[in-house]
């Protein structure tokens, strides 16, 4: 299986709208660069039409001229270990790779490998995401994270206490990948599962719900995750603007979900909202 690494150069205000309508149209993972930024998508999925018709349609703020590069699987660790550094979220988590040291001091530590998933950490929503874990109780909980990715929030959930964790995710290689990392970071009580909201039909209730995907995504998904979330227990999201932050909360509500915090970087929100009790 092969990808399609494009490069894009836009300033960070575009980069950010591009990045968020490339996810539209499957592209999983996204790194920056010095003048824009990089998306890749699985080969046969991507379509140059469509990728011109994005861009075309900010034209009025400029060119952003782009370039295609395609990359075989086995080959993606060497791109991203260019560029990877270690990270460190809220003075308390390190995300890393395995080649770099652990460092000293800090309370959690995540080792990831992202072979093509998203979500290493280093993107606003994953950040915020984990920084609003750090704020809720885990312990003994059960956890679902929808959209895992790598698995780094599910990996967080289980080094946080959690006593049960599902990941989900659409994308195989994306599976395999969240196994794999949760395997690295020794994860005994996390379960990660191929496919879409459809997967958790049957599934016993959740204490804490993680959504890290798209605006579009999450408000189609939203009523099943208010049906299997405890009453009172809180449903965490993120992948959306700070513009669109409104639409979700009205679509909360009519759910009975209710909106309680939230905290932003370049523009990217995470929300917190809470099951209220059933009358």
């Known amino acids: 299986m092969s990808f399609i690494e494009v490069t894009v150069t836009a300033s960070p205000e575009y980069a950010e709208i591009l990045i968020a309508e490339l996810g539209e149209l499957g592209f999983d993972t996204f790194q920056d660069t010095d003048n824009g930024f990089q998306g890749y998508i699985e080969e046969e999925r991507f379509s140059e039409d469509a990728l011109q018709e994005v861009l075309e349609r900010y034209s009025f703020a400029g060119e952003f001229p782009y370039q295609t590069k395609s990359i075989a699987k086995q080959n993606w660790n060497e791109e991203w270990e260019k560029n990877f550094e270690p990270l460190l979220i809220a003075e308390k988590v390190s995300v890393r790779a395995d080649f770099h040291p652990k460092p000293e001091g800090i309370e959690y530590d995540i080792v990831i490998t992202p072979k093509m998933s998203f979500g290493t950490g280093h993107h606003e929503t994953t950040t915020l995401m984990i920084e609003n874990q750090l704020t809720l109780d885990h312990a003994g909980k059960r956890v679902l994270d929808m959209g895992c990715g790598t698995g780094i929030l599910a990996i967080m959930a289980e080094q946080l206490g959690a006593r049960q964790v599902l990941a989900v995710d659409i994308e195989d290689w994306t599976v395999e990948n969240a196994r794999e990392n949760a395997e690295r970071n020794n994860c005994t009580t996390l379960e990660v599962r191929l496919g879409d909201a459809a997967v958790l039909q049957g599934e016993a209730p959740f204490d804490l719900i993680l959504a890290n995907i798209n605006r579009n995504v999450l408000l189609e998904d939203m009523p099943v995750y208010s049906q299997l979330l405890l009453?009172?227990?809180?449903?965490?999201?993120?992948?959306?603007y700070t513009e669109d932050l409104p639409i979700l909360q009205e679509r909360a509500a009519e759910l009975g979900l209710i909106f309680e915090t939230?905290?932003?970087?370049?523009?990217?929100?995470?929300a917190i909202f809470r099951k209220t009790a059933t009358k």
Do not use: A, I, M
């Open 231 to 240: 009453d009172g227990e809180p449903l965490v999201l993120s992948g959306f």
């Open 262 to 270: 939230s905290r932003n970087k370049n523009n990217w929100v995470s």
